[in-house]
């Protein structure tokens, strides 16, 4: 059960390419501003050096933005939250040393945060809607991880099931670039397979065992797909994109699905969340729902802007080690790869 003690939390994300800073009050968003870096669209994929570059440009700018709208003084702030890991380590930095030399100019405690964590404990804001019941389920699905967590409380958490190659936002954001289309992939494609038939094509889906994942072969199994039509038609490609894109979302989501009902049922848990960048995806949040009423689950889905990266996530993980006094030290450095 959370305690209430009126705290000021600031938090900021810069793990890969959006800077963010957010403001909460106990477990209520008060802001939550984040800069996209639209510098990487034009090389189809996440530049390090330069997301690294703009993290530096933007953290102040962001910062003075959260507070201003949150309407609230730095003198006013309980203590500073910040990503730890996993992440670039270049974008990492920037934010550890911004939240270091903050906390340390402010004499107030510092409290580091693991950024999967974050997606996961984002279902703990308080939005007025119920919040998921321990135990749960979090299928967390962003760019750069695809998982199945069991959650026993806010920091026991299982790693049950993970991808063993590409991450789904990595599928998505590569068939994406296979057709010709803008980084991020994973919302254009979201957004074509709107006006798509997805089951105009079918593409071979991996067979592992367990809860882990596979989502290598899906994406060349439709790089071969197209490159044969492509033989036939130049612009099979261009003819179908809907259809396209409607079928291997289709595909991608039918695979994400199938895991989480097995884990539902072997585990006997009907309490189950989404997470992270995928899972703003409009017809894997449909899915969630059909699946939902079959197996009487009581589902939790983030808000689009608490989907995506975004330091309010950062933010409710730092009051939760804050009521907990939880708290890092000056010497915290980043970590690249997951703790999980
Ligand atoms: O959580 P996130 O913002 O960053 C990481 O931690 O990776 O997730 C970004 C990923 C990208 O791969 C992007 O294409 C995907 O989430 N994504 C989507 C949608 N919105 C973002 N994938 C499918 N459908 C969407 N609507
Ligand atoms: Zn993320």
Not at 53 to 60: E, L, T
């Amino acid at each position: 059960m959370i305690n209430y003690m009126n705290t000021y939390i600031l938090a900021i994300e810069s793990s890969c390419d959006d800077t963010s800073a957010a403001v909460l009050h106990d477990n209520k968003l008060l802001s939550n501003v984040i800069s996209n870096q639209s510098v990487h669209a034009q090389y189809g994929g996440v530049v390090p050096e330069l997301a690294s570059r703009a993290h530096q440009q933007n953290i102040i700018p962001v910062v003075h933005a959260a507070l201003a709208q949150a309407n609230i003084k730095k003198e006013q702030l309980s203590a500073m939250a910040f990503t730890r890991g996993p992440g670039l380590l270049g974008s990492l930095l920037v934010g550890v040393s911004f939240a270091k030399s903050f906390a340390y100019a402010l004499n107030i405690p510092l409290i580091e945060v693991d950024h999967l964590q974050a997606h996961i404990l984002s279902h703990f804001i308080d939005r007025g809607l119920p919040m998921p019941q321990f135990p749960f389920l979090c299928l967390c699905v962003s760019g750069g991880h695809t998982q199945i967590v069991k959650v026993n409380d806010y920091f026991d958490m299982q790693l049950i099931g993970n991808t063993i190659d590409d991450a789904a936002g990595e599928a998505f954001d590569k068939v994406a670039k296979i057709l010709d289309l803008p980084y991020p992939g994973g919302p254009v494609v979201d957004k074509l397979a709107k006006e798509g038939n997805a089951d105009a094509f079918s593409f071979s889906q991996a067979n592992i065992a367990g809860y882990d994942y596979s989502f290598s072969g899906l994406k060349t199994s439709f790089l071969y797909f197209l490159r044969d039509r492509l033989k036939e038609n130049p612009n099979f490609a261009q003819d179908n994109k809907n259809d396209l894109c409607a079928s291997i979302q289709k595909a991608i989501v039918n695979s994400l699905m199938a895991k989480l009902i097995k884990a539902s049922n072997d585990l006997g848990i009907n309490e189950i969340a989404i997470a992270g960048g995928v899972s703003a995806n409009s017809h894997l949040q449909q899915t969630l729902k059909e699946l939902a009423e079959k197996h009487s689950w009581n589902i939790y889905i983030p808000s689009l802007q608490l989907s995506t990266d975004n330091a309010a996530m950062i933010g409710i993980v730092g009051y939760l080690k804050y009521i907990n006094q939880q708290f890092s030290n000056i010497s915290a450095v980043p970590y690249t790869q997951s703790l999980m």
